[in-house]
Every structure is written in C-alpha cells, then in structure tokens.
C-alpha cells in the first residue's frame, strides 16, 4: 500500500508479439509473445525490481500476449500470488477488417497517410469486419460472457476509450485512491486511451504518442489526478529506439 497521499500506477505494454515480428495488423487477435518479446517483459519486470517497485493489485487484457507480459513481470517480482484482474475492456484497439494484413504492404497500397490515419486518428475507424466472419468477437469463445452490442466490428481509439476508461473509472480508480499499488499489462492502443485521458491530450497530440513494447511506465498522481511524475523504466536511448521502431511499422518498405 502506498501510505503518502500519492497513487502509484504502472502500465506495461506487452512485449513483442508473433504478429509485431510479422508487422502485422494485430488487433484482438489473440498471438503469443516471441522470445524476444518474453525477454523484453522479463528486462521489464527486472527493472521494476530494481528500481524498488511493488504492487498490491494487476490488470490485465483477456488476450495473451498481455496476460504472459504480466506473467513474466510478476516472476521478475516474485508477486505471482498478486490479484490479476483480467478484462476485455483493457483489449487492443478492435482493428476490425485491417486484422492480419501486413502494415507496410498497407502504407505501400493505401499510402502512409492513410495507414498512419488509421493507426493513429482519434476517430476515424479503420474499415470493419463483416458480421460472422471468422474473426468477429460475437463467434469468439474468448467474449462468450460479453454482452453482444457491446462487442465491435472496428474500433478507432475514441471507442477504445469508451470501453477502456469506464472501466479504469469503475474498477481500477477505486483501488488506487485507497493507497493500492497498481500494475497494468495491455496494449499500445488500449494504453494509449488512459494516456490520452490522464494526461489530458488533445486528438492531435495524441496522434504522435506512441508506446514502446515492455517497457514499464510509473505515474504519480496527487489525490486530485494530478500527475506528479510520469517516466519510462530503462534505458532512455533504448526507449526512444523501441518508440521510433513502432512509429516506423506503418512505413511502407523502401
Ligand atoms: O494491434 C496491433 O497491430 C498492435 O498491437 C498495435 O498496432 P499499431 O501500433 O499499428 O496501432
């Protein structure tokens, strides 16, 4: 527990996926980690430890490679008997019918424009997956307890944030304003809509944020939600390195 007025909160966002290798549209497409994306959540959690950090409660995304980035973090930690929370509300961004196309080979067609519009806009949806297609959520088991009308064909990061932020409102604020430790495992998308909303960004600035793969990020916020602090665990030319290469996945191969 945290025993000053401050609440501590860390987000983590998995670290590479069998589908990030690939530079493949992922969205709730449920692809593990590749070694290299355990080594970066273990280099995560490793950190976490040696910067001093514990927790008291986790969350984490219904698809696995949130799940095993958490696993592994926790290991690092020796906090595999922590509470995790898992919720698809904390999913990837719905990438609706871009799931599974190459990234590049898009921008090649499409132009970078319009991949960077649909990676990055605040509210223009990328084109959506017909009904009963074999990647649509409503014939998934993985969201048999959802209710339907809640499940998306397509999602820009708005709807995103209106999935993600009512559950950070409704689940996960309350533990941290009664002193919890909290450690989020997600996704570059569904961690970019509590980035948007706690720090405040307009859909401009939020176009540019970008999140690197397993790289710890700690917030400090006072009792009124201020932030006090926010920095990235590691290396801070590694960092910018990771956060250029995800930038880079929707450029279209010279
Ligand atoms: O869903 C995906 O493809 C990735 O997890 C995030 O992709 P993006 O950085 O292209 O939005």
């Known amino acids: 527990?945290?025993?000053?007025?401050?609440?501590?909160?860390?987000?983590?966002?998995?670290?590479?996926?069998?589908?990030?290798?690939?530079?493949?549209?992922?969205?709730?497409?449920?692809?593990?980690?590749?070694?290299?994306?355990?080594?970066?959540?273990?280099?995560?959690?490793?950190?976490?430890?040696?910067?001093?950090?514990?927790?008291?409660?986790?969350?984490?995304?219904?698809?696995?490679r949130a799940v095993h980035t958490l696993n592994c973090v926790l290991d690092e930690l020796d906090r595999n008997w922590l509470p995790v929370h898992k919720a698809w509300q904390l999913n990837e961004r719905h990438y609706g019918a871009l799931q599974g196309l190459n990234k590049a080979d898009a921008a090649a067609?499409?132009?970078?424009?319009?991949?960077?519009?649909?990676?990055?806009?605040?509210?223009?949806?990328?084109?959506?997956?017909?009904?009963?297609?074999?990647?649509?959520?409503?014939?998934?088991?993985?969201?048999?307890?959802?209710?339907?009308?809640?499940?998306?064909?397509?999602?820009?990061?708005?709807d995103t944030i209106a999935r993600a932020w009512p559950y950070f409102e409704s689940q996960i604020k309350p533990q941290l304003e009664v002193g919890k430790r909290v450690l989020i495992a997600a996704h570059g998308n569904s961690l970019r809509a509590l980035v948007m909303q706690f720090e405040k960004l307009t859909p401009d600035q939020i176009l540019e944020v970008n999140i690197p793969t397993g790289v710890p990020c700690s917030y400090t916020f006072d009792k009124d939600w201020n932030i006090i602090d926010k920095h990235y665990i590691g290396d801070p030319a590694a960092i910018e390195a990771k956060i250029s290469a995800v930038a880079n996945q929707g450029k279209a191969k010279k």
């Open 109 to 158: 067609e499409h132009g970078e424009d319009q991949v960077k519009i649909w990676r990055r806009s605040f509210d223009v949806q990328p084109p959506a997956l017909t009904p009963g297609d074999e990647r649509d959520p409503h014939v998934l088991e993985m969201f048999r307890d959802v209710p339907p009308q809640d499940l998306p064909y397509t999602e820009c990061l708005k």
């Open 1 to 64: 527990m945290n025993d000053d007025q401050t609440m501590q909160l860390v987000i983590v966002r998995h670290g590479e996926s069998e589908w990030n290798k690939l530079n493949l549209f992922t969205g709730w497409t449920d692809v593990d980690l590749t070694d290299t994306g355990r080594e970066e959540a273990h280099a995560g959690g490793k950190a976490l430890r040696e910067a001093g950090y514990d927790f008291d409660v986790c969350y984490t995304s219904l698809l696995k």
